[in-house]
């Protein structure tokens, strides 16, 4: 508080209290200053119970997520779905940057960050990746590139399988399952370096 505002509260408050003793008011005085501690108080509650709440709404809506995406990952990533046809894609994302025999790749030269869709057998989305070495990709649950193994285990729990590492030095922690989708998570250095989102059974 500054010296200026205290000085005007003071005199405000010596004010009040003046008027009251003139008027010989300390009853009526006594009586509105316990209505408006009790209206005070009043609002401390509601205020109180409106964030507790909101935190308590906010907490069950994060763990539903959490267990959706242990289940059967996510449905959609980066706006596309698993399953989704190729002019669907390019509706959605444009021309890609290049067609590979398997999949497309967006994103450009100078982006630190790439996204790749593969396609199945039959031209649909089989899965949605995000690799690279900067924060752009789309994040699961707070997780992105670079995030620590410790981060997504407090997040997400023990993977489904016991996560192992390849001979090219990589760690896969795959949450979901293969028939009703899954969310794959591939590390190096004890940090994500690429997102995957596979399609499943989603009936």
Known sequence: MSLGLGILLAALAALIVWQVDKHGKWSAFRKASTWLVLVLVALVIALGAYVWTNNFSSERERDARVAEVRER???EYWGLRPGMSEGEVLY????????????WEY??????HTY???????????TIQCLG??????TILGIALGTPESSIRSILGEPRKPAEISEDGHKMMAYGSEQRGQVVLILQKDRVVQIVVAGGNRT
């Open 92 to 103: 959605a994302k444009g021309e890609p940057r290049r067609r590979g025999t398997i999949g």
């Open 116 to 126: 790749m869709v593969s396609w199945s057998s039959d031209k649909r989305v089989e």
């Open 133 to 138: 070495s900067g924060q752009g990709c789309e």
């Open 73 to 75: 990952g996510v449905g």
């Open 107 to 112: 994103g450009t030269e100078r982006e630190s």
